[in-house]
């Protein structure tokens, strides 16, 4: 099946419109969640960490494939985030099977993947720029 995007440009900033989707599906479902302890107390919290976690993994294959379409050259740009740590969350929880940290998952839904949302922005600025 052939491509619908004419540039990596065009690839990339659709990967980085998914990625803010993501972030902001995680906020909203998240949004009775107070605790770690929320995740793991309820049959509907455990729900809510399976999901939680399928978004954080999308999330990060999401900027594991905007650094290769950008060569290793557009998250460099906003060097305030540890993206080894962001993409690196994918895989510790893509690959920790029954051992998911509801902790982790917490911090990242609630303080860390926000915070990402302006640099989201940012990259989609400059790339519809260039």
């Known amino acids: 099946m052939a491509s619908t995007y004419s540039t990596k440009e065009e690839k990339t900033v659709a990967t ?3 990625i803010k ?3 902001l599906q995680l906020q909203e479902w998240n949004k009775d ?18 999901a939680a976690s399928m978004l954080i993994v999308a999330i990060g294959e999401g900027f594991k494939n905007v650094d290769k379409l950008t060569d290793g050259n557009l998250l460099p740009l906003r060097p305030e985030i ?29 303080y860390e993947f926000p ?11 400059y790339l519809s720029q260039n």
């Open 82 to 110: 540890p993206w080894k740590d962001v993409k690196g969350i994918r895989d510790k929880v893509a690959h920790g099977y029954f051992d998911i940290d509801n902790a982790v998952i917490f911090e990242s839904v609630k």
């Open 115 to 125: 915070e990402l949302l302006p640099s989201i922005d940012f990259f989609i600025q």
């Open 16 to 18: 980085l419109h998914q």
């Open 33 to 50: 969640i107070h605790s770690p302890e929320d995740y793991v107390s309820t049959t509907s919290g455990m729900k809510e960490l399976a």
């Open 21 to 23: 989707d993501a972030i």
